[in-house]
């Protein structure tokens, strides 16, 4: 006897400290739902984002990782992003070459003024994590139950 | 040869360079070993064939940080690692003397073993002053012969061209060996399903055993203490536990290379399981001259890396799901 | 003494695999390796050297050793199951068969590896003849008769039939549960093709290595000795030999969160590598010359000093076929021999 569990995609979101995280914040003052799937995780600049951030969330059980930071040129550090924008670039292009599902991994520009860029684009990345369903490409079998 | 050896003799006798850095004789046909050599007399052993495939710049590391210079043999493409790691500072100039040496194409043993040739007594073909052709190998079963081509590493079929990038002097005559597209073996991966380059991959990287030559043989792979040597790091370093950590591990290793690597294929010449492990570095050198520009590391000493570069106009990582 | 048609082996291997796990060579991606048989497995009894021996049969790259989970403020502690169930390694050639007695050595001796202990109690290993032995083989420097292997069954393949005699109980109880597939023969093309595989040894290059002066007493003069400072060098620091090796016995202890407990599971470890032996104090091992002399002092020395005389090398040729430095145990013993370094 097995009750079929409903897939609960477990999300993680790199947000940067000095816009994404805030957009987030504003999302949450405004009441803007997101599903509390995604969990958040504060860094001090996109750039910060090791490509082994990504691997790692996924290896600890992560159906979808996306990567939110400030907009191209509005960096706190003036050129965080810029780097960020290149290395995940060939990082995502690389996972696909392995055959990992296109659309697991994702980065999105969000401002502290964009609550609500925040929200759907959180929104729609829970609604492509749920149609890929779960992740078994680059699972780590010992971290699932 | 003979000539590589006179001039090894020639600056060590006056005092041009304290060591020479080549290659000795081996005990059987095809093993020769990097060495240094301090004197004439042991330059008696020194020994440069088709089977001197191993890329010397990874060595000058340590030797940069000996007393006095050092003669260091270095094919042509090896020299593009050279540039590569004076940019890093990894290596000084100014303790080396760069012999470019003549290139014919490196043969790989396993290639010839492959054809089902064993039991190998000798093999002829392989010395700098023949064409490179064909080889006559001796074996307890007969003699059997092979062609000096298909015996040919993989990074020959794509040779860079038999021009050294850096050099004090060049000695001995080179040959373009190049007779293959260096992107087709990746364009072919690319057009595949993913569930195609999912089950490609998942076999061709279920075979690492987590020796860490391609780590340790890679004149980019230069850190002092590797990120998958840490004791922090809670993944093995040295077994494949899980079969997440093979992918890890390669990808996070090509992609610690990108930008830097010059597609020296030494990775995949020293897998014993005969993983391609080019086919990741080349992935990203393709995709780097896609998005960025051209680029080939090593070309220079000077020219800025596309990952510690940018422009405004840069492409938004959609894009690799929008070119599909 | 039974025999079976090439082309009957795949009912010979559903056969043992009906009460058995069945390990042999396997080709994937163009390698061959001990692997499980299975219907669609590409089993290669033609290639001499999987690239790797067959020793992950009884003593696997990494294996888990317990499971700490948390229960409510109790943590439960879950060992890992011992081998239980019986299999079969076949095709494994008399090197690695002997590399196992070298284990034996080690993990059967007081106090005894209950996981290693359990895999050799539920295995039985059919041996094959070398057919053709190859220019980097020495198994015959360390005693081993590459052409008639000791195991529990030994097999010859010859003109497209597979030879078979069961040697020891176990072996006697496997050729019981196949014999319907065997049918009789008799031994004159085994002998045959015995004296023509020993004819090949004797051809062989490596086959006249002595081992003069290589023994459990003479540690200090070999430890101390100037030859190493040289041989090292062209040395990366991989971990190739070792990971090949039918007899490095080395392994590392670790624990894997998994984020709802640790893993503690113990994986091969390699003298090559720089945090070999680490402890809280730092390394006893500093640098690379110690390290690669280690590898080598322990097979040659160590090993037989503590085990009757026994080296832990079984002249596979592995590391001569693999190392990306041309380096390997040969070069050692031939530098010695060359240099002085034996007096």
């Known amino acids: ?145 | ?324 | 003494m039974f025999k079976i048609a090439k082309e009957n082996l795949s009912a010979l291997f559903s056969k043992i695999a009906e009460n058995n796990e069945l390990i042999l060579p396997v080709k994937v991606a163009n390698q061959t390796n001990f692997g499980y048989w299975s219907e669609e497995a590409d089993v290669d009894l033609d290639t001499l050297k999987t690239v790797k021996s067959a020793k992950d049969a009884f003593f696997p790259q990494s294996e888990n050793l317990y499971t700490c989970t948390k229960e409510d403020k109790k943590i439960k502690i879950t060992p890992e199951e011992l081998q239980s169930q019986n299999f079969v390694v076949f095709g494994m050639k008399a090197c690695d068969i002997k590399g196992v007695e070298v284990l034996d050595k080690v993990f059967l001796a007081d106090p005894v590896d209950t996981f290693y202990a359990a895999r050799r109690a539920h295995g039985t290993i059919v041996a094959l003849a070398c057919h053709e032995p190859e220019e980097t083989c020495f198994c015959k420097v360390f005693g081993t008769d590459c052409a008639d292997p000791v195991a529990d069954v030994a097999t010859w393949m010859i003109d497209g039939e597979l030879y078979w005699k069961a040697i020891t109980e176990k072996g006697e109880a496997l050729t019981k549960a196949v014999e319907s597939l065997l049918v009789n023969a008799d031994e004159a093309k085994v002998e045959e093709e015995k004296a023509a595989i020993r004819a090949i040894v004797e051809k062989l290059p490596y086959s006249d290595l002595s081992l003069e002066g290589w023994n459990g007493d003479v540690l200090m003069e070999k430890f101390d000795s100037p030859v190493w400072e040289e041989l090292y060098k062209p040395c990366l620091a991989c971990g190739t030999c070792t990971f090949v090796c039918p007899t490095c016995q080395c392994y590392d202890i670790k624990d894997y969160d998994t984020g709802h407990g640790v893993q503690r599971y113990r994986c091969w470890d390699s003298c090559m590598y720089s945090d070999f032996t680490m402890m809280a104090h730092g390394n006893n091992r500093t640098s690379q010359m110690q390290r690669f002399r280690q590898r080598f002092m322990h097979k040659l020395v160590y090993f037989p000093a503590n085990n009757d005389g026994m080296y832990s090398c079984v002249g596979c040729g592995r590391c001569v076929d693999k190392c990306p430095s041309s380096l390997n145990i040969v070069k050692v013993i031939k530098a010695f021999e060359n240099q002085g370094g034996n007096e």
């Open chain 1, 1 to 145: 006897m097995s009750i079929e569990k409903e897939f609960r995609p477990k999300i993680v979101a790199f947000c940067c400290n000095w816009c994404s995280y805030a957009g987030a914040d504003l999302a949450g003052s405004s009441r803007l739902a997101y599903p509390a799937d995604v969990k958040i995780i504060r860094v001090p600049c996109s750039c910060r984002v090791n490509p082994m951030f990504i691997l790692r969330a996924f290896q600890k059980g992560a159906d979808g990782v996306i990567m939110c930071g400030c907009h191209p040129g509005d960096c706190h550090y003036s050129t965080g992003n810029y780097y960020a924008r290149r290395r995940m670039t060939l990082l995502f292009s690389m996972l696909d070459y392995i055959g990992v599902e296109n659309g697991r991994t994702r980065v999105e520009w969000v401002s502290a003024a964009e609550g609500v860029k925040f929200s759907t684009t959180m929104n729609e990345f829970v609604e492509k994590i749920h149609s890929l369903g779960e992740n078994v490409r680059l699972e780590d079998l010992r971290c699932k139950n």
């Open chain 2, 1 to 324: 040869m003979q000539e590589l050896v006179n001039r090894a003799k020639e600056l060590l006798a006056d005092g041009t360079v304290v060591r020479v850095l080549g290659w000795k004789a081996g005990d059987l046909p095809y093993n020769p070993e990097p060495a240094y050599f301090t004197s004439a007399e042991e330059l008696d052993n020194f020994v440069y064939n088709g089977f001197c495939g191993a890329n010397l710049s990874k060595y000058m590391i340590e030797a940069s940080k000996l007393e006095g210079k050092t003669m260091v043999c270095l094919k042509p493409c090896d020299t593009y690692s050279f540039n590569q790691l004076i940019k890093e500072h990894r290596v000084d100039r100014e303790k080396a003397y760069i012999v470019g040496v003549g290139c014919k194409g490196k043969l790989n043993i396993d290639k010839i073993k492959e054809k089902g040739i064993k039991g190998i007594q000798s093999i002829s073909g392989a010395e700098m002053s023949d064409a490179c052709d064909t080889l006559t190998i001796q074996t307890l079963y007969g003699e059997k012969t092979c062609s000096y081509a298909e015996a040919m590493l993989e990074r020959c079929h794509v040779c860079k061209g038999k021009e050294h990038m850096i050099y004090d002097e060049i000695i001995g005559e080179s040959k373009d060996t190049k007779d293959a597209e260096r992107f087709a073996e990746v364009e072919r991966i690319e057009a595949m399903s993913p569930e195609e380059k999912f089950a490609f991959f998942r076999n061709e990287l279920s075979k690492c055993i987590r020796c860490n030559a391609c780590r340790n043989v890679c004149p980019a792979c230069s850190c002092r203490k590797c990120v998958f040597d840490s004791t922090k790091f809670d993944t093995a370093q040295k077994a494949n536990v899980d079969s997440f950590e093979e992918k890890m591990f390669h990808i996070i290793r090509a992609f610690h290379v990108a930008g830097r690597c010059t597609d020296c294929g030494e990775c995949s010449r020293v897998c014993p399981q005969g993983i391609p492990l080019h086919l990741f570095n080349r992935k990203f050198i393709k995709d780097i001259n896609e998005f960025y520009g051209e680029f080939q590391a090593g070309a220079d000493s000077e020219a800025r890396g596309p990952l510690t570069n940018f422009t405004f106009e840069d492409c938004e990582p959609s894009i690799v799901t929008e070119r599909r």
